[in-house]
C-alpha cells in the first residue's frame, strides 16, 4: 500500500494522540514491559561493565578496563573521578568500604576504610562548647578521611595495572576541567547555604565566588595536584608529609583537632563481609561500624511472609516492610557501632531464630508506634555508589562518600578537596555503644552489597543516600526476587522511605515515623496504610542512587543498570 507523506504525518498523530489520551494507561505502563513506572533497558554486555553516578566516571572505568585493567583498578579510577565531577557526594576527605569478588579465590573480601575520631579531642570537649550533640559542619564532626588508603589496600590485593596509570584519568580532567552534569550542579548550588563560609570552602568549590551552573567548566587543579602524590607515593603520600601538615594545619586553623600523628597511625581494616539468605540467595554486607547488616534483618523478617503473594505496591506489601524496616532501625540504634570497642551480637542480630521471635511483634493490619530494639543473647566466639566487573569474572562493589554533600565544609588549603563530617553520627549520650572516644570509628550509613547464589558471583549493588541504603537495598532484593523485575525495572521501581525511627545518634521513635512513597503506588493502597495508622508524608527525594551489575552465568554476560534518579550511567564493552 502507498501511502503520500501527509497521510503518513496524519496517521502518527491519530496513533500519538491515541496513546496520549488513552484514559487507562499511565505512560509507563505503555511500554512494551507492560510496566506502571518508567523505566529503560538493561545494558548488557560480554567483557566488563561499570555503573556510576556519573557518566564521565563510568567511561574512565570502561576505558581502564580495556587497557587491561581489573574490577578494582577500574573502580578507583571511577571513584577518583566521582571525587572530581560529583565532590557534593564523595571525595578524598571521606571513607571507603567495599566488598570484592575474587574469582581465583572464589571468595568475597570486605575492606572497611573508614577513619577514626581525633585522639585529642575528648567528649568533655565538646560539653566545654557548651554542645549536647556533634555539630553536622565546621570542624568538629571531622574524622580521619579513610577513602586513600582504602584505594591504596584494594589496589595492592587486586589492582593490575600502575596506580598512576588508574589515577591518570582523573588527574587529567582535573587539569583540563569538566562539565558540571545537571543534578551535581543543582545540589551544588544547594550546599552555599550550609558549607559555604567554612573554612576553604569558597576557595576550592566557589569558582568565581558561586557554584558552577550545569554545563559548565569546573577545574580543580589543587585536587590534580593532590591525586598526583598519591599516584606516586601512595598512602604515604597523603597520610604523611606534606599533605598530612596541610590537612592538620588547616583543620586547626578552623578551631578542629585533626592532627599528624591521627592521619599516619590510620590503617583499613579487611572484615569478612557477613549474609543471609533470602528465598535462595545470599545476600552479603560488611559488619559494623556500618548499618549494612539492617538489610540483613529487615530481610530476615520479610521471608516469614508471602511477599510475592501481596503483590507489588499492595497494602500489604508497604505495610509489612515499614514494620519490619522499624523493628531493624531499633536495633541499628542500640547495637551498630565500632567493634573495636563493643562486643556486637552480629550473628545473632541477622539469625534465623531471632527474626522469628522479631517478626511476632507485627500487627499485620495496624501501625507500631514504637518498638523496643531487641535483646539478642550473645554467644563468645550523600554518598557515591559504584561497581565494576572485569573480563576475568572480577567483581567490586565500592561506596565512598563525605556525608552530608559536601561533608564538614572544611577544605584543606590548595589540596582540592573537602574533609568529611562522620563524627556527627557519635552519640554523646555516655554508656551508648556509639558514643563519643577518641580513635573510635563512628557508625557509618554508607554500605556496599553483593548477592551469590549457590557459592556463584550474582550481584555486585548498592543504593547510595543515608538511612535510606538498608531500606533500599532491601527493596532491590524483593523487587528481583518477589516481584521478578529485571534488574533496572528493580532500581526504577518506585521506593518506599520510612523516617523517624530510632537514630545511633540518640533520638528515640515514639510516633510511628513517616512513610514517604514515590509517585506510582496505587492511591487506594496509600488509602488504605493511612487506616492502618501510617503516617503518611510527601516527599518528592531522598529516595537514593542506585548502580548495579548482575552475571548472567548461563551467558556468561553482564547486565549493568545506573539510577534513573542521578546523573548516572552504566556501560559496557
Not at 601512595?234 to 578552623?254: N, P
Request: aromatic share 10%; proline share 5%.
Amino acid at each position: 500500500m502507498h501511502h503520500t507523506g501527509s497521510t503518513m504525518k496524519s496517521l502518527l498523530i491519530l496513533a500519538l494522540t491515541t496513546i496520549t489520551l488513552s484514559p487507562t494507561h499511565s505512560m509507563g505502563g505503555d511500554r512494551i514491559t507492560g510496566k506502571p513506572f518508567a523505566t529503560r533497558s538493561e545494558v548488557i554486555a560480554r567483557h566488563g561493565m561499570a555503573a556510576t553516578s556519573q557518566p564521565l566516571a563510568t567511561q574512565v572505568a570502561l576505558d581502564v578496563l580495556k587497557a587491561g585493567g581489573s574490577a578494582v583498578d577500574a573502580a578507583i579510577a571511577a571513584n577518583a573521578m566521582l571525587a572530581l565531577t560529583e565532590p557534593i557526594s564523595c571525595g578524598i576527605g571521606g571513607d571507603l568500604f567495599a566488598i570484592v569478588w575474587d574469582n581465583d579465590t572464589q571468595k568475597l573480601h570486605g575492606l572497611n576504610g573508614s577513619g577514626r575520631s581525633p585522639m585529642s579531642l575528648t567528649r568533655e570537649e565538646f560539653s566545654k562548647h557548651g554542645l549536647t550533640s556533634i555539630p553536622p559542619f565546621g570542624p568538629l564532626p571531622i574524622s580521619v578521611p579513610g577513602c586513600v588508603d582504602g584505594w591504596v589496600e584494594l589496589h595492592k590485593r587486586f589492582g593490575k595495572l600502575p596506580l598512576p596509570d588508574v589515577l591518570a584519568p582523573a588527574i587529567h580532567y582535573a587539569r583540563e576541567g569538566f562539565p558540571v552534569s545537571e543534578l551535581i550542579a543543582y545540589y551544588w548550588d544547594r550546599s552555599i547555604s550550609a558549607q559555604g563560609k567554612e573554612y576553604g570552602f569558597a576557595e576550592t568549590f566557589l569558582p568565581d565566588g558561586k557554584a558552577p551552573k550545569k554545563g559548565e567548566i569546573f577545574q580543580n587543579v589543587g585536587l590534580a595536584d593532590t591525586l598526583e602524590r598519591i599516584a606516586s607515593e601512595g598512602s604515604a603520600g597523603f597520610y604523611k608529609g606534606s599533605i598530612a601538615e596541610t590537612i592538620a594545619a588547616s583543620v586547626q586553623k578552623a578551631g578542629g583537632y585533626l592532627s599528624v600523628d591521627d592521619l599516619a597511625s590510620h590503617r583499613s581494616e579487611w572484615v569478612e563481609p557477613v549474609s543471609a539468605n533470602y528465598r535462595g540467595y545470599d545476600v552479603w554486607e560488611l559488619p559494623p561500624n556500618g548499618q549494612g547488616i539492617a538489610a540483613l534483618q529487615i530481610l530476615q523478617v520479610l521471608k516469614g511472609y508471602d511477599i510475592s503473594g501481596f503483590g507489588f505496591g499492595s497494602t500489604a506489601h508497604i505495610h509489612h516492610f515499614v514494620e519490619a524496616k522499624k523493628l531493624a532501625f531499633e536495633d541499628r540504634a542500640k547495637f551498630y557501632a565500632d567493634p573495636a570497642f563493643n562486643k556486637l551480637p552480629v550473628a545473632e542480630l541477622i539469625s534465623d531464630a531471632y527474626a522469628a521471635e522479631r517478626r511476632k511483634l507485627i500487627d499485620p493490619r495496624r501501625a507500631a508506634r514504637s518498638y523496643e530494639a531487641g535483646n539478642p543473647a550473645l554467644e563468645h566466639g550523600d554518598t557515591v555508589y559504584l561497581t565494576a566487573a572485569d573480563n576475568d569474572r572480577n567483581m567490586v562493589s565500592l561506596i565512598q562518600s563525605n556525608y552530608r554533600g559536601f561533608g564538614s565544609g572544611v577544605c584543606p588549603d590548595g589540596l582540592g578537596f573537602s574533609l568529611q563530617d562522620r563524627g556527627e553520627l557519635f552519640t554523646l549520650e555516655k554508656g551508648h555503644f556509639n558514643s563519643y572516644a577518641p580513635g573510635k570509628r563512628p557508625f557509618h550509613t554508607i554500605i556496599p552489597a553483593f548477592v551469590t547464589k549457590d557459592g556463584k558471583p550474582y550481584l555486585s549493588f548498592g543504593v547510595m543516600g543515608g538511612a535510606t541504603q538498608p531500606q533500599a537495598h532491601a527493596q532491590i532484593i524483593m523487587n528481583l526476587v518477589d516481584f521478578d523485575m529485571n534488574l533496572q525495572e528493580a532500581g526504577d521501581a518506585p521506593r518506599i522511605l520510612h523516617t523517624g525511627s530510632s537514630q545511633p545518634t540518640g533520638s528515640k521513635m515514639t510516633d510511628g515515623g513517616y512513610v514517604s512513597l514515590e509517585s506510582g503506588f496505587d492511591r487506594e493502597a496509600v488509602r488504605e496504610l493511612s487506616k492502618q495508622g501510617h503516617t503518611i508524608s510527601e516527599s518528592i527525594g531522598g529516595f537514593g542512587g542506585y548502580q548495579a551489575i548482575l552475571y548472567d552465568a548461563e551467558n556468561d554476560t553482564y547486565i549493568g543498570a545506573s539510577e534513573s534518579r542521578k546523573d548516572g550511567q552504566a556501560a559496557g564493552y
